[in-house]
């Protein structure tokens, strides 16, 4: 089983916490995950930004065949979720039924477990997303 | 009554989480030859489970997060973030570190994991009154989080769950309720344990009820009423400790909380009993429905054992923060049915050799 760098994680941690992103001061251009370069313009004046918890599915798909960290949890879902000035893949959880996943649906961020190294080593989290209801969260009683 | 350090402060923000699946009794029932109705005499109808990739920290920072939306302050005005659970990731390494990080709270802070069975998150809440009280910090975190163990096929199975609450503690001028007075009570009773490498915990079978629950429950309510000169009927409601869905009316019983003031905090025959989350929930479930000063008594417990004991009054802020987050209600009608096997599989009672 591969060993995964634990140096390497811990320095985008917060990255893989809040899904920050880059943006170009030059071209204006936004993109995830951050470089240190603009990819359009080759300028290295950029700002980190971060992207609002809440967005739109753009699309998804379905995936049975899976990294090996993925295997108690096939099929996956993945999709490409706009969070206003970048567009973000991650994987979508929780999904109660497949008519939740229309293009427009509203998707917002869940901190969850992401891979782990075996039983012994290092947990490593980061955000996936998971269709939103929030209309009427201030209903009464249950 | 005097005046408390309590009165200075109070619950600023507010929040929970329950994962969307549910587990009912009959599973349970049929898996391992339970007479049908087990669960139900246990007062329960079923029982929330955290998926494969939730943990205590995952479920901890989705309440957390809602407690801070609530609040309305930026995370960095947090000083101190006190995680308690029973279900750590890890056994050596804090979770309080990795909620204050995703949280936006590092690095000025306090930040530990507390123990003391279901009874922790609590604990993290009266420290919190205390560092905010005195002015050592302007607002701290409190959160009670687990992914209950339950030996499969012990009777613990029908109500250990998973599920989180958490609290921004602050200045009682920003409050959605403030705390009036609070009061602890520990003793050294082995009623509940697990050891270090035991994957589940063990129970002092007739020591859980009398001389654990009611007995420490019932006296930390004592001193509190002492403290305060408050009557039982001075009360709105009244929320306890939940390991199952009768010994909270019963507690409220014997201090003469009539059962309508105590059902509204009592969400364990829905989502099974949290343990750190238990009492906690309760409360968040009422800062969601309670009017404007109403008075709400809560009444955490932890084996091994102890119970804290709050007097806490709903302001006029709580009604205007209840839209800024989800709502308890929200997270118990958010919810699809698993099978025995499925619940084996997302809390790792089954696991594929080879797999993760
Ligand atoms: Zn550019």
């Known amino acids: ?142 | 009554m005097s005046v408390l350090p309590e009165s200075k402060v109070g619950i600023v923000g507010w929040g929970s989480y329950f994962p969307i699946y549910r587990l009912s009794m009959e599973e349970i029932e049929k898996e391992w030859g339970f007479p049908n109705g087990t669960g139900n005499g246990l007062g329960m109808k079923e029982k929330a489970v955290a998926y494969i990739d939730e943990d205590a920290t995952t479920m901890g920072y989705e309440a957390a997060r809602n407690a801070i939306a609530r609040s309305e302050i930026d995370p960095k005005k947090i000083g101190a973030v006190f995680f308690g659970t029973e279900s750590k990731p890890y056994a050596v390494k804090p979770s309080a570190t990795i909620l204050a990080e995703a949280l936006g709270i590092t690095p000025d802070t306090m930040a530990s994991d507390l123990e003391f069975a279901c009874r922790a998150g609590s604990e993290g809440m009266r420290a919190s009154i205390g560092l905010v009280s005195s002015g050592m910090i302007g607002y701290a975190l409190a959160v009670g989080s687990d992914t209950a163990q339950a030996n499969p096929g012990d009777i613990l199975e029908f109500t250990a769950s998973s599920g989180a609450s958490a609290f921004v503690i602050g200045p009682s001028r920003e409050a959605a309720a403030v705390f009036e007075a609070s009061y602890s009570y520990v003793t050294d009773t082995p009623d509940f344990w697990r050891r270090g490498l035991s994957p589940y915990p063990l129970h002092g079978e007739a020591f859980t009820g009398e001389p654990a629950y009611f007995d420490h429950i019932i006296n930390a309510v004592k001193g509190l009423l002492e403290k305060t000169g408050l009557r039982a009927s001075d009360f709105d409601y009244a929320v306890f400790h939940q390991p199952n869905g009768k010994f909270p009316l019963k507690v409220g019983e014997r201090l003469g909380f009539p059962k309508d003031k105590v059902i509204p905090g009592l969400l364990t025959p829905f989502v099974g009993n949290t343990y750190n989350g238990s009492a906690l929930s309760g409360l968040s479930n009422l800062l969601d429905i309670a009017k404007a000063g109403s008075r709400i008594l809560l009444a955490p417990f932890g084996s091994g054992a102890g119970s804290d004991a709050y007097s806490i009054i709903v302001t006029d802020k709580a009604e205007v923060k209840r839209s800024l987050a989800p709502t308890v209600s929200y997270y118990l009608k958010r919810k699809v049915n698993i099978t025995y096997s499925e619940y084996a599989k997302f809390r790792r009672l089954i696991k594929k050799i080879g797999g993760d």
């Not at chain 1, 700002?47 to 379905?62: A, C, F, N, V, Y």
């Not at chain 1, 990294?67 to 970048?86: A, R």
């Not at chain 1, 999904?95 to 290092?122: C, H, I, N, P, Y």
């Open chain 1, 1 to 142: 089983m591969e060993r995964l760098s634990i140096s390497k994680f811990w320095r985008i941690r917060k990255l893989h916490y809040t899904l920050a992103y880059s943006k170009c001061k030059k071209c204006g251009y936004a993109f995830y995950p951050p470089k240190h370069v603009c990819p359009k313009c080759g300028s290295s004046d950029l700002e980190q930004r971060t992207p609002p918890r809440e967005g739109k599915l753009i699309s998804w798909t379905k995936l049975y065949e899976v990294p090996f960290y993925f295997e108690d949890q096939k099929p996956i879902y993945i999709g490409l979720i706009n969070l206003g000035e970048v567009n973000v893949m991650a994987q979508i959880v929780d999904v109660l039924s497949e008519d939740e996943l229309r293009e427009g649906a509203e998707m917002e961020m869940v901190f969850r477990r992401v891979k782990q190294d075996g039983t012994a080593g290092l947990i490593y989290y980061g955000m996936k997303f998971r269709p939103a209801h929030r209309s009427g969260s201030s209903k009464q009683g249950q």
